[in-house]
């Protein structure tokens, strides 16, 4: 399977932790966006969104993040524990990936992308309580859980962790949520976690504490 990424993508680092879960290699194929590689010929005719992580898996073509977790876990998983078969389980864990995208990593990004990005002086404080405000939502979730929805990975953690472990990088404390401390930390144990998450993490935090002046 082609996979095109960029390691300082946070989506694009949650499919590749899935990815380790299965068991799939992935043949890697890195795209600058800094440099505007994604907007090569040959990539758009791949995706004409021309956005990463993008996933070819023979004749299937795949992007957005965590339709690519989903489709990883149940075309290749052993079982259904990382994407439930259960409706009512699934759509737990699918109500984590959507709160992932469109509320924590969306609110995280409203706080860092116009500094880092967009020319922006300055951050604005507001933005990071909102940010704020959803790890306290997380916190909240994880009470009496090891991962978000119980007791098993899910693909739900793969992209949460992918968003936590940017925030904290960025030199965003999230030392009072004690709960995403513990679950965190059990995250870093996952197949893969050093190798396919955490460098592309750090090298995110290091770009965006040095425009925050964090």
Request: aromatic share 12%; proline share 6%.
């Amino acid at each position: 399977m082609d996979f095109y990424y960029m390691p300082l993508s946070a989506p694009c680092r949650a499919n590749m932790l899935t990815a380790k879960a299965v068991g799939k290699e992935l043949n890697l194929k890195y795209l600058n966006l800094m440099a505007g590689e994604q907007m090569k010929p040959e990539f758009v005719a791949i995706n004409p969104q021309h956005v990463v992580p993008t996933l070819v898996d023979g004749d299937f073509v795949l992007w957005e993040s965590r339709a690519i977790c989903s489709y990883l876990a149940s075309q290749y998983g052993k079982d259904d524990s990382l994407y439930p078969n259960d409706p009512k389980k699934r759509a737990i864990v699918d109500r984590f990936l959507y709160f992932d995208m469109g509320t924590l990593y969306h609110r995280f990004g409203e706080y860092v992308y116009p500094v880092v990005f967009r020319g922006q002086e300055k951050p604005e404080p507001e933005k990071l309580e909102k940010a704020m405000e959803a790890l306290g939502w997380m916190d909240s979730w994880l009470e009496g859980k090891s991962y978000i929805t119980g007791d098993n990975v899910t693909v739900a953690d793969h992209s949460l962790v992918a968003t936590v472990s940017t925030i904290v990088a960025a030199g965003i404390d999230i030392s009072k949520f004690s709960n995403i401390v513990a679950w965190f930390e059990l995250c870093k144990k996952l197949p893969g976690y050093d190798e396919v998450n955490a460098p592309g993490a750090e090298e995110f935090g290091t770009m965006v504490k040095a425009k925050l002046g964090n």
